[in-house]
């Protein structure tokens, strides 16, 4: 009896938990985020389903372009990778939408022309990233579709490192005028490596150039744009070719191995060199006279030839040395040979030099100029003497103070300055060289030695004295 009252109890409170446990685990399932278990990582790139207008299409005249792949996708700067051809002077509009690519071109559609969208690797699949490689779409708005493709590489001639992000188009116009004054007709982009593509060429001649287009107008504008160019011309052309594909049954074992034909274009190896225009304005700057043995003319760009100078108050035939400190003719100091010229305070001269006019084009120029000393051969001459009876007063208040038996100093000797480049550790095959203030008139070679120690002893040996270019 007493069993099935405390069994009775029992019953409402099992009833109790049960229902509080439900209570429970409706809530945790309603509140707790489920752990999503995928499958392997997605590295496949996006996969091409269909475009409007088809690809390859013939008399198309729609300027917009729908391309649809297999799944959600996205640009990676588009405006910078995507490369149109021909050129569009106005900036189409580039977007995705879900699976598919848009692209509506600003600039009317060119009779029988075809065109070329090469994409590099700005598709790229919406999650994991992965770009499909090289995609390119072309259609023609003719009869016919140019397929042709030229192929290369652009290194920077400085250093022969590939140069990234440089455009690189076709003329058909062989003039050279035509990089400067018209936009490219087919162009490719080089990637990282250097590598460049032109791809939808038709047959025909053409110059090649690549060009850093900080302007964007497809033409060499700028003088402070990189450039590089062939002096080659370009004729595209196609063979036959075959290659293997292997068929493998695993990882190790292969299955078949089968030859394909396929068709490859040339050139593939058109190699540019990248440089910098030197960009200048040759013009006459300043004449200067600092001291009265030499004069100084200053251009603001260096030119092939120096400039032709002619006397009117004295003879310029074999009248100066001339040197150029950097080995450009920019500047030039022309040391004066005659004592009886450089005593002169004023020198009357006609410089012909090369000038850059308003076409940019160097023609002669000739101007006169009358040089004046700073600093006169008579004042140059009566502060030598100051310094010289100044020293003299300080040598003879040391003479004052000689104490009995102590040697009296000799007169010191005034020797023309010099740099000497003579380093302990010198290359067999360098140099010693002695730079000197001024020109020398002569030298005496017997006061030079040169020894060579050899065992313990010092000997003389041969040595010649050479001047240098400048």
């Known amino acids: 009896m007493l069993e099935r009252k405390r069994h009775t109890k029992m019953k409402p409170l099992f009833r109790r938990l049960l229902g509080g ?12 985020v489920g752990r999503i278990e995928g499958g392997p990582y997605d ?116 250093n022969l490192e590939p140069v990234k992000g440089m455009l690189v188009g076709l003329h058909a116009n062989l003039a050279d005028s035509a990089f400067t004054k018209l936009p490219f007709e087919r162009v490719g982009r080089t990637d990282s490596r250097g590598r460049f593509s032109i791809r939808g060429v038709a047959p025909g001649k053409y110059r090649i150039y690549a060009l850093q287009d900080a302007d964007q107008n497809f033409a060499y504008s700028q003088p402070t744009e990189v450039i590089a160019f062939n002096d080659s011309i370009i004729i595209p052309s196609m063979e036959e070719r075959m290659r293997q594909d292997t068929a493998w049954i695993d990882s190790l074992t292969v299955d078949t191995i089968v030859e394909r034909q396929y068709t490859h274009y040339l050139p593939d190896d ?6 910098k225009e030197l960009s200048f304005s040759q013009r006459f700057l300043k004449a200067e006279r600092l001291t009265p043995e030499k004069f100084s003319l200053y251009f603001t760009a260096p030119a092939d030839t120096l400039p ?121 095959y360098d140099y010693l060289t002695l730079s000197f203030t001024e020109p020398v008139a002569s030298i005496d070679t017997t006061a030079f030695h040169l020894k060579l120690k050899v065992d313990s002893l010092w000997q003389d040996i041969p040595f010649d004295f050479m001047r240098d270019s400048l």
């Open 270 to 275: 058109v190699l540019l060199r990248a440089f």
């Open 21 to 32: 446990v439900g209570i429970a685990a409706v809530l945790y399932s309603c509140a707790s």
């Open 43 to 158: 590295e496949t790139p996006p996969r091409f389903i269909s475009g409007t207008p088809a690809p390859g299409a013939l008399h198309c005249n729609k300027n917009k372009l729908s391309i649809e792949f297999d799944e959600f996708i996205k640009l990676d700067k588009p405006n910078e990778k995507i490369v149109i051809s021909p050129p569009q002077v106005q900036q189409p509009e580039i977007k995705s939408n879900g699976k598919k690519v848009v692209i509506t071109l600003q600039d009317t559609l060119k009779a029988n022309t075809t065109y070329t969208f090469d994409f590099g690797d700005a598709i790229q699949d919406n999650n994991e990233g992965n770009p499909l490689e090289n995609f390119f779409y072309s259609f023609s708005t003719g009869d016919r579709l140019d397929s042709m493709a030229v192929a290369g590489t652009v290194l920077n001639a400085a």
């Open 308 to 428: 032709l100078l002619k006397g009117l108050n004295f003879n310029e035939e074999d009248a100066f040395v001339i040197e150029q400190p950097t080995g450009r003719n920019d500047t030039i100091h022309y040391w004066i040979k005659d004592s009886l010229l450089y005593k002169q305070d004023s020198l009357k001269m006609s410089i012909t030099y090369l000038y850059t006019d308003s076409l940019k084009q160097l023609v002669p120029r000739t101007d006169t100029l009358n040089v004046l000393a700073k600093l006169t051969y008579d004042k140059l001459q009566k502060q030598k003497q100051e310094v010289k009876e100044k020293a003299q007063k300080e040598r003879e208040k040391k003479k004052k103070k000689l104490k009995e038996g102590e040697v009296e100093e000799p007169e010191p000797t005034e020797f023309l300055a010099v740099d000497v480049y003579a380093p302990s550790a010198i290359d067999v």
